[in-house]
């Protein structure tokens, strides 16, 4: 029999190893799937190779200036130590494996730089997929300038690639919001409000521009879309609960990052109702923070669920 000294000594360890992604979102066996995917490249410099190949511009990440000229030999489980975590690889991976064999269609709401779009699209091109639609929708002028250059370095901006870039956010309807300003990629999780507010839900001083917003309805293309990358910072429930007959009918696969405890009950219901079945999921981690009204303020990780549309997997 184990002793309590040793349990305790094995899991402090774990722990220590293992940090924030304590809770996991990955399976031993998802390092197999990543194997298929997997790339050989050169260093580049001022930019940052991945493990399948993609190439993102260390200034699109300043606080990794280390990495600028590195190259990811290894599988990102539990996670590639610069933007995303094991569970976001192992879903778009999961959604091309399940998508027609000729062809991938993707939208990435949140998208910043477009990162899983891009990533998308590279893979689904590797593959030999003729027909591939990418849509990157995100509401901050600046970050939505970047999107271009990183589709670009990647080889994916051309005319073989359908390609639709939004500057815009999604919303339950067409309205207008405001997005607070951004001036680096290094400001990130920024939230769309209803009206200019002074302080947002972190607690920072916000500037606001204009951005109109979009139903997911009008947001996707023709057809089934084989996958959705969610990251709207706390907006997943209310904008996934007023789409969800969209999403019923016309959407295979769907990650959604989380922002709170209450929003992954929310969804876990919702798509749980709904016949979905939940592949993968890690919990949002929080520090309880007095001073902020918001619980979504309270996020320190983000968490993250993995969905499969029933009645349309292949």
Known sequence: ?????SRLQRSI???????????????EQDAALFANYAAQSAPEEGKIIDYFGVRTSAQLHPWASHMSGSVHALP??????????????????DALER????????????ASYAPWACFSAVLAKRSARKKISITAVEA????FGLIEG???????????????????????EKCTLYFPKVASAAENGGRTENDTVAVDYLGRAVEHEEVLGYPVSDLLPDGVTDLIHVDIQGMEGLVLSSAIDVLNERVRCIFVGTHSRKIEGELLELFHTNGWTLARERPTRFNYTKDRKEI????TRDGGQYWINNRLVK
């Open 76 to 93: 990102p489980i539990p996670d590639d130590q610069l933007r995303a975590e094991a569970i976001e690889y192992f879903a778009t991976l």
């Open 140 to 143: 901050s002028k600046y970050l």
């Open 99 to 110: 998508a027609p064999s000729n062809s991938f269609t993707m939208a990435e709401f949140g």
């Open 150 to 172: 990183h589709l670009s370095e990647n080889g994916v901006l051309e005319p073989s690639v359908d390609i639709r870039l939004i500057n815009g956010a999604v919303a339950t």
């Open 1 to 5: 029999m184990v002793s309590e000294e």
């Open 296 to 299: 979504t303020g309270w996020t």
């Open 13 to 27: 360890k774990a722990r220590a190893v293992l940090g924030d992604d304590f809770f996991g979102g990955w399976e």
